[in-house]
């Protein structure tokens, strides 16, 4: 399995960006697919997942300004980030795996990370 992040980027408060997340290698029909995050200093937590079946779990930080998305004929899952706060500076992650899950440690496949600052 294979994810890419990209979109990444820095930007003022109160802006918007989409990150992409681009997956291959994986064939199996039952996933889940998610965000993280890890800011410097601090433990890499889950900010969005999305279920095979479409359901979406997100952190109480970011709803209502977060949307996860998957495009399943281009094999990508998008983050859309709105009004963004200085509070979401950190790198973020894609993560895959086979079962529903929220933790970092349930998830088996990484990307290496887009970073996100925000002033």
């Known amino acids: 399995v294979q994810l890419v992040e990209s979109g990444g980027g820095s930007l003022s408060a109160e802006g918007s960006l989409r990150l992409s997340c681009a997956a291959s290698g994986y064939t199996g029909s039952t996933y889940c697919l998610g965000w993280f995050r890890q800011a410097p200093g601090k433990e890499r937590e889950g900010v969005a997942t999305i279920d095979s079946d479409g359901s979406t779990n997100y952190a109480d930080s970011v709803k209502g300004r977060f949307t996860i998305s998957r495009d399943n004929a281009k094999n990508t899952l998008y983050l859309q980030l709105n009004s963004l706060k200085p509070e979401d500076t950190a790198m973020y992650y894609c993560?895959?795996?086979?079962?529903?899950?929220?933790?970092?440690?349930?998830?088996?496949?990484w990307g290496l990370g887009t970073q996100v600052t925000v002033s």
């Open positions: 993560a895959k795996e086979r079962f529903p899950g929220w933790l970092a440690a349930e998830f088996g496949y």
